[in-house]
């Protein structure tokens, strides 16, 4: 029993003996970990901790200056890194400094020297054991200057960037030519930028396609259009009248010189799609065919007929002609669809408009039943130019029509009045004197007209006076002068001075105009149904006379010496006042009061220089 006692004593003995040395040995051994630990401190403070690198540059062991030169040194990407922007087959090289990448070495430096003393005491000592075994590759802090790029970017653009444009024909001459239409380019330098960015910041050397925008143009080949423009220019345009129409006209040319003038190239869009049209200008060739319209128009015109005395029937005297009027706009886009066809004999296209009045209309269709009124003057003693004159104005209105309610217009009938239309020069009054004019003896046509609207009881819309008395216009039958005739005179000069009356009748009236120079008078006819209608007229005569001035003696020097020549005969001035009552059923249908005011007219001669006696011949009456 003793010694299993002792026995125990010894191993408990043993067992503490042992402990003690184990927990003295785990103390010794914290006391080196802390002892090395605040050895690790103390010798990196102030230091990057080991196995810390920015960038793969070994920055432990280094204080602050030693690792901003390192950093400086050997962190080369900004200064020799590639970055190569394409555009197709255009290469731009730069660097990432070129580019606007651009190192912080500081702040690297300070991230290195923060790595494993931030957070709790064990995240810094476990950092700091994670750089000493496995190491930390810190990266850089870079600061990429867009603006530096955007500059360079603007460089780059400036080689490849192209404006849009057209693809166009030029006409110079007879010569046709292409210009094709190029794609519009553009470098989206936003969308480059942010490519740039990605790529720097890798730190890698890199290949970057340049985001380039491409705006077509409408129009990128006009190679069609320029052929078929060459077609038009290959042979004159020939332009004709519609078979039957226009006999005699014959046809019209535009040669290849004066349609290259007016060509033009209209831009138009077929189903999304755009392209040139080839067409002579609208405007152009429009003022070419109002030309030619004027040669090819036809106004409708009523049949002419007289009315058969017996019979009591209407007769054709003169067919009616049915109106003929240029369509511009369709001839012209006539024009242009034949000539894109290239079809260069073109047909112009007309309107028509029948004429009111046909052959085939009768007096009971038109209300023209018997005579209203017959007038005449007398024109004895006129030469044959005045009488040819009289003759060719008053076969104007022999057998013309006038609708009922219209105004009917004399110089409108009478048209131009020129050599070319029958007439003839003779004397005429302009400007206050007494001239030779071609022309001369309408006047008594009108005058005639006027006298038959005057007491056929119709409205008179428009009257002029002559100047002077005028002694054709105050004769009678047997070649006498009567004063009652003074004051219904009328003249008419066109376009400046017209007669104008209305037919307020509810039928059309027929006009007859009948000249015989061998009696020197002239009758006019109306022709239509008579509804009652009455004249009364009174006349003051010529009254307020004014003797005719002192004859007049100018030198002419077409003349010869001592010879002398009658141009103007004196008349006396008047003042006539017409009054006319029309009645209808008992009832005043109208009054008017014609008042016409003569100057005094002095007679005129005209003699050859040198002439010294001038005598005063005897005044022509």
Not at 376 to 381: E, P
Request: a negative charge.
């Amino acid at each position: 029993m003793r010694r299993t006692a002792i026995s125990s004593h010894v191993n408990q003995t043993i067992f503490v003996n042992i402990a003690s040395a184990l927990f003295l040995g785990l103390c010794l051994f914290f006391i080196a970990i802390l002892l090395l630990t605040a050895g690790y401190q103390l010798w990196f403070s102030g230091k990057i901790f080991p196995g810390v690198r920015v960038g793969g540059i070994d920055l432990g062991g280094l204080d602050e200056v030693r690792a901003l030169s390192r950093l400086a040194q050997e962190f080369a990407y900004p200064a020799e890194g590639k970055i190569l922007l394409v555009d197709g087959d255009r290469q731009f090289l730069f660097t990432p400094a070129e580019l606007g990448l651009v190192l912080d070495p500081t702040a690297s430096v300070t991230s290195a020297m923060d790595y494993g003393r931030t957070g709790n005491l064990m995240n810094r000592l476990g950092t700091q054991v994670y750089a000493l075994s496995t190491g930390a590759d810190l990266p850089p802090i870079l600061y990429f200057d867009q603006r530096e790029a955007y500059e360079r970017l603007s460089e780059v653009a400036q080689q490849i960037d192209r404006p849009q444009i057209e693809a166009a024909i030029n006409v110079d001459g007879l010569e046709v030519s292409v210009l094709p239409g190029i794609v519009g380019r553009s470098v989206d330098k936003d969308a480059s930028l942010m490519l740039l960015d990605q790529q720097v910041r890798l730190l890698q050397d890199g290949v970057i396609p340049l985001a380039v925008l491409e705006t077509p143009p409408t129009i990128l080949d006009a190679s069609l259009q320029a052929e078929i423009a060459r077609g038009i220019l290959s042979e004159p345009l020939v332009l004709s009248m519609p078979p039957g129409q226009g006999e005699g006209l014959g046809s019209w040319s535009i040669g290849p010189v004066d349609l290259a003038k007016m060509l033009a190239f209209q831009r138009v869009q077929t189903d999304g799609v755009f392209r040139y049209e080839v067409i002579l200008d609208r405007f152009l060739l429009g003022n070419f065919l109002a030309e030619l319209a004027q040669d090819v128009n036809v106004l409708p015109q009523n049949a002419r007929f007289i009315f058969n005395d017996d019979t009591g029937r209407l007769e054709v005297i003169q067919s009616a002609v049915t109106g003929r009027t240029l369509d511009l706009t369709r001839s012209v886009d006539s024009i242009n669809q034949n000539l894109a066809a290239g079809e260069h004999h073109v047909l112009l296209d007309f309107a028509y408009t029948p004429p009111a009045v046909g052959d085939d209309a009768t007096g009971e269709t038109l209300g023209i039943r018997e005579l209203i009124h017959a007038e005449t003057s007398y024109f004895y003693g006129s030469g044959p130019a005045r009488i040819q004159n009289i003759q060719a104005s008053a076969s104007r209105f022999h057998g013309l029509l006038v609708p009922p309610g219209a105004v009917f217009s004399m110089a409108e009938a009478l048209g131009d009045i020129s050599l070319d239309n029958g007439y003839a020069e003779a004397l005429i009054i302009l400007n206050g004197r007494t001239i030779s004019g071609v022309g001369g003896g309408v006047c008594q046509v009108s005058t005639t007209l006027f006298r038959n609207v005057f007491f056929s009881g119709y409205p008179i819309v428009e009257r002029h006076a002559h100047a002077y008395r005028v002694s054709y216009y105050e004769k009678a039958a047997g070649n006498r002068l009567d004063e009652k005739l003074a004051g219904l005179d009328a003249t008419v000069f066109v376009p400046l001075v017209d007669f104008k009356f209305t037919n307020d009748s509810p039928n059309w009236l027929l006009m007859e105009t009948y000249v015989s120079p061998t009696y020197g008078s002239i009758t006019w006819k109306f022709y239509s149904t008579s509804d009652g209608r009455q004249v009364e007229w009174q006349t003051t005569g010529p009254v307020n006379i004014v003797p005719a001035p002192d004859p007049e003696y100018n030198e002419n020097p077409d003349l010869e010496k001592d010879e002398i020549e009658q141009v103007d005969w004196p008349a006396d001035g008047a003042d006539v006042t017409v009054n006319r009552t029309v009645t209808r059923d008992g009832e005043v249908h109208l009054k008017d009061t014609i008042k016409t005011h003569y100057l005094p007219w002095a007679a005129v001669y005209e003699y050859g220089p040198g002439t010294k006696d001038i005598p005063t011949p005897t005044p022509t009456p």
